[in-house]
T-cell receptor, first 113, second 111 residues
């Protein structure tokens, strides 16, 4: 089992460009999440999908959109990147909801110039 | 508002010495508490979790944590650390349908 995979690993964007971060899990989990990690701020939830077909905003959703493509895949889109979105992005999944153990991908390091 | 406080941002410890990483939670309705570890350039992985029952929770790699309701604490301990324990450690609190992470403690092991 690969667990949770994310692509790309690194990305550099110019302000205003768009991109999609891809995430897939092979553990048959119902819930998937997108976090951003910034120095001194821990992890902050951007969006989550409690189950296939549903998505909800987390703590810091502005500037992002998500798509739960199927049970395995959950993508995060930046429509018009800003320097404030420079961060490390983690995708995670869990069996059912936030109270369960989360399994994290290796992260995408994004720099917006 | 729910919050998790990790009192130390960095903790240096000599190899084979004991360590305690401190975590305090503020939610009056905290249900579950977690410790996650992040090794360099990797995602987080679960060390241990407290759901209910015994207040002393044992996790992987020799770590344990004690839930103390009166002090609203969930400190992480290991009696003897190894170089491989060098990582960042995050405490997290689930309550009111929300999971809140602390800001992390970077553990550095000194040979």
């Amino acid at each position: 089992n690969a667990g949770v995979t994310q692509t790309p690993k690194f990305q550099v964007l110019k302000t205003g460009q768009s991109m999609t971060l891809q995430c897939a899990q092979d553990m048959n989990h119902n819930s998937m999440y997108w976090y951003r990690q910034d120095p001194g701020m821990g992890l902050r939830l951007i969006y989550y999908s409690a189950s296939e077909g549903t998505t909800d905003k987390g703590e810091v959703p502005n500037g992002y959109n998500v798509s739960r493509l199927n049970k395995r895949e959950f993508s995060l889109r930046l429509e018009s990147a800003a320097p404030s979105q420079t961060s490390v992005y983690f995708c995670a999944s869990s069996e059912m909801g936030l109270a369960y153990e989360q399994f994290f991908g290796p992260g995408t390091r994004l720099t917006v110039l | 508002a729910q919050s998790v406080t990790q009192l130390d941002s960095q903790v240096p410890v000599f190899e084979e010495a004991p360590v305690e990483l401190r975590c305090n939670y503020s939610s009056s309705v905290s249900v579950y508490l977690f410790w996650y570890v992040q090794y360099p350039n990797q995602g987080l992985q679960l060390l241990l979790k407290y759901l209910s029952g015994s207040t002393l929770v044992k996790g992987i790699n020799g770590f344990e944590a004690e839930f103390n309701k009166s002090q609203t604490s969930f400190h992480l301990r290991k009696p003897s650390v190894h170089i491989s324990d060098t990582a960042e450690y995050f405490c997290a609190d689930f309550g009111n349908e929300k999971l809140t992470f602390g800001t992390g403690t970077r553990l550095t092991i000194i040979p």
